[in-house]
């Protein structure tokens, strides 16, 4: 368990890695998904990648964490100014999908418990296994819910099972396709909150897709990266977005929700 270290207030510190790339092209037969997209997304912040429907989202998230061969693709992609190594990368990151199985009559804490052992591997002893699994539950707020089934857990805390699955061995760099997805209100405010603790207390590289959230849920975001059709149009802080957009004369109207607008 050498990359986790139990913090003070029971949360890993985990040295986040920017991510960086340039001029990145990716084409699925003829039609063009990404046209020399450049970005960067920081460790300690949550990051979201938004933009309409078919505007690549998903396409670079797959790029990013390594689920495309780079044989397809055109640009180049760093971590921490080192170019990106794809062993090197999968050791240090997890993706979590919109869509997750898992044994629905096993308990969360059972489920926890083989994800830890499969993931710490056999010279991790059931003590140390026993703290790793108690501390990603108190951090994802799922401590009331050990013992309970998986069948009878709710989207959100499926949702943050899966993230906690994920956690357990401790990745500086999370990604996260569309984690409030099918969520309602109040579920969705959990999720995004755990991951915005999860980069801000922990140090992580937390990139989200995320589709037209509310503005409370906008709110938890440090940074934005706005893609349409395939271009980047905008890439930087969230406080950042509107002065940017007036600049070029675009003016949102007052308490009109920035994701819609930006959209």
């Not at 933009?51 to 495309?68: E, Q, R």
């Not at 943050?160 to 500086?172: A, C, D, H, M, Q």
Request: proline share 4%; aromatic share 6%.
């Amino acid at each position: 368990m050498e990359a986790a270290e139990l913090g003070t207030a029971g949360h890993w510190r985990s040295k986040g890695l920017t991510i960086e790339f340039s001029d990145l092209r990716f084409k699925a037969g003829r039609k063009v998904i990404l046209d020399g997209v450049s970005g960067r997304f920081r460790s300690g912040h949550l990051s979201a990648v938004m933009g309409p429907s078919g505007a690549g989202k998903t396409s670079l998230l797959n790029i990013l964490s390594g689920f495309t061969s780079p044989s397809l693709l055109e640009g180049t992609i760093t971590l921490d100014g080192e170019p990106r190594d794809l062993t090197r990368l999968r050791q240090q990151s997890c993706y979590i999908t919109q869509e997750f199985a898992m044994l629905e009559y096993l308990s969360v804490r059972e489920t926890m418990h083989i994800a830890a052992n499969l993931k710490l591997g056999p010279t991790v002893g059931n003590k140390k296994i026993n703290i790793v699994v108690d501390d990603v539950a108190s951090t994802l707020g799922l401590v009331g819910v050990m013992d309970t089934r998986v069948h009878s857990l709710s989207g959100g805390e499926k949702k943050r099972l899966s993230i906690g699955l994920e956690l357990v061995s401790n990745p500086p760099i999370m990604f996260c396709d569309e984690p409030t997805s099918g969520l309602d209100s109040v579920s969705s405010l959990q999720v995004m909150t755990r991951l915005q603790s999860l980069a801000h207390d922990a140090g992580r590289t937390i990139i989200v897709v995320i589709h037209t959230p509310s503005s409370r849920l906008l709110e938890l975001v440090d940074d934005l990266f706005l893609l349409a059709s395939g271009q980047c149009i905008y890439n930087g802080t969230l406080d950042d977005l509107l002065p940017t957009f007036e600049s070029i004369g675009l003016q949102c109207p007052q308490y009109y929700n920035r994701a819609d607008f930006a959209l």
